[in-house]
């Protein structure tokens, strides 16, 4: 197992020796469970948010659908759009 050095202030580290004596784990054992705690809520958090933003997304691009002339799709939409905006002919890239 490898070794890391961290800093800490001693007022923190005297609370986290208490901590670890009141459950009678090792220092190292407390910061382990106390990175893979925070890491797993931060993947958690992170993935929720995801699905969220992707839901949103989602439901905007449908609402833009359904918004639609019957028959255009938003393709034959920006191509109208650019033509409009660059004239007849315009070219992308």
Known sequence: M???MISL???FLSDVDALAKAERRSRSELVREAIRTYMTTTVIHRTTSDRKAMQQAAKRI???RLRLPKG??????IRRMREERYGPGWKTS
């Open 2 to 4: 490898s070794k890391v």
């Open 9 to 11: 202030p001693d007022a």
């Open 62 to 64: 449908l609402s833009t």
């Open 72 to 77: 255009e799709t938003v393709t034959s939409l």
